[in-house]
């Protein structure tokens, strides 16, 4: 899947981010969330999927097929026990989960920007456009007029 819009996704990621950085679970399968947040299954596994860079996809699925996800960040801070078994920190600290939400909300804004300067751009290319064709034809109007007068 291609990489999603923060812009478009800003609501739900926010929503996960969240989730997953305060849970004491380790990672959750898609439905999971879905069910704990109160979202439409869709758009969680959307923002899921497209957001690769802030969630971690695991490769190992549970008994229904589903995978489990986690955030890249707390998944860095899980250590191994003796036996080799991964632990799992408590939470995200709150500066580390107040950066990675800063981060989405800065992202969404420059997208809305960019997208926001693309529409001005093509206006101004319509309006250019328009403005030389009317030239055009007060040239023409002009040359005309000229020849006529004659």
């Known amino acids: 899947m291609a990489q999603a819009r ?25 439905p999971g969330l879905a069910a704990d947040l109160s ?26 097929g589903e995978s489990f996800y986690t955030l890249h960040a707390r998944y860095a801070l899980r250590t191994s026990d ?10 995200l600290r709150s500066e580390l989960l107040s950066t990675l939400l800063q981060f989405a909300s800065h992202q969404a804004a420059q997208e809305s920007s960019v997208d926001q300067f693309q529409r001005q751009l093509a206006h101004n290319l319509r309006a ?15 040359a005309v007029a000229a020849v006529a007068a004659r």
């Open 82 to 91: 003796a036996e080799g078994d991964l632990q799992n920190v408590a939470e």
């Open 39 to 64: 979202l439409p299954e869709s758009d969680v596994r959307t923002t899921l999927d497209g957001f690769p860079g802030v969630f971690r996809k695991s490769r190992n699925p549970s008994s229904d």
């Open 6 to 30: 923060y812009s478009e996704h800003l609501d739900t990621l926010i929503a996960l981010a969240t989730y997953l950085a305060l849970t004491p679970r380790m990672s959750r399968t898609s």
């Open 128 to 142: 250019t456009w328009i403005a030389a064709g009317a030239a055009v034809v007060a040239a023409v109007l002009a």
